[in-house]
């Protein structure tokens, strides 16, 4: 079905990288959600006031809340394709983000709302009445619910999408919030215990919780994000493949949208090769980033010494020395400056988000002392760098 679907009404579906097929696959997701959720809208409360039960009514109310939520996700796509203006040169992606924290407030708001419903029936419960047909429906929303989780996380994964991926998660709640209303059902028709209620306030907890989850997925990439280690990885290796570079760090990756980003990374270039013809590689390299990776890529061009053997072994001695303190230790734009009676060895260590305001004067220290031990000498002056990649 999801292929049917995707074939039909997705122009050039296999073209994921492409924005208008992006937000093909967005509108898509978003109309199946209206239609799905209206229907199980209708039959759940339905179900609800034949049955007198607050949590099938919440979970009835919980559907139109997503298709509310559906709508507002089919109008922050459309809004997110308008193209880059003069008061927003990077586009308009983030709209999709806003739009998803809207829906997660939807979402948070109809939780809150029945849980209050919820806490009004344990204290002055109802009599609950069994149906097949009425059970019949409800199973059949589970069945439904399952399917529109599958269908989103599909396509969420397809078009690298967290919104998809998030409206995913939250059809997979519905699941279990049903499930757990079914059993509340069946649980008074076999013990004449009346335990809606209490099912009622755990459907109105998962559906905030939901709610939160989502908000939390959406708030990240607008308030700044680590960048994903695949794409950190992917973004370096394509940098350091040209012919001319030695290697690369630095790299910050912002994101203006799921199909929006911008970077900036430091390359560095043999010291003795001429600046016309590095600067030529570096010219290449952002084109090429935009063509083949979709990114508006800006580098920062470091000389870095590699005939003076002496300049190589001392960076290496110094590694070693960044190695046994922490393994998670590295350096980068080494270079040395001679004096007459010390010689600084000037370095950026990249160093884990661990290791905080407290904790770096110490590891600055360290570092001396270790290479002070090596050579009298040597003196370091030391820049402290963050690495910009999310934790695995």
Known sequence: MTELLVKTFVKNYENTEEAKVRTAYGVLASLVGIVCNLLLFAGKLTVGLVLHSVSVMADAFNNLSDAASSVIGFVGVKMAEKPADREHPFGHGRI?????????FLVIEVGFTFLKNALAKIRTPEDLSFNLISMGILLASVAVKL?????????????NSTVMQATAADALGDVVTTLATMGSILF???TN??????????????????????????????????????????IMDFVESYDGILGSHDLIVHNYGPTKSLASIHAEVPSDVDIETSHEIIDRIERDAVKKLGIFLVIHMDPVETEDAR???LKQEVLK??????????LHDFRIVDGEKQINLIFDVVVPFSYGEKERPKLRKAIQEKVHALDSRFQCVITFDN???AET
């Open 193 to 234: 215990i009346n335990i809606d209620g209490y099912v009622g306030l755990v459907v109105s907890l998962l559906v905030m919780w939901a709610g939160i989850g989502i908000a939390k997925d959406t708030l990240e990439p607008l308030i700044g994000q680590s960048v994903d280690p695949e794409l950190y990885r992917k």
């Open 188 to 190: 008074f028709y076999f």
């Open 387 to 389: 690495a910009f990649m």
């Open 321 to 330: 020395v960044l190695q046994e303190l922490d393994p998670q230790l590295t």
């Open 96 to 104: 999709e983000y806003i739009a998803a924290l809207i829906v997660s």
């Open 147 to 159: 399917w529109l989780s599958l269908f989103n996380k599909k396509l969420g994964r397809r078009v």
């Open 311 to 313: 300049v190589g072994a």
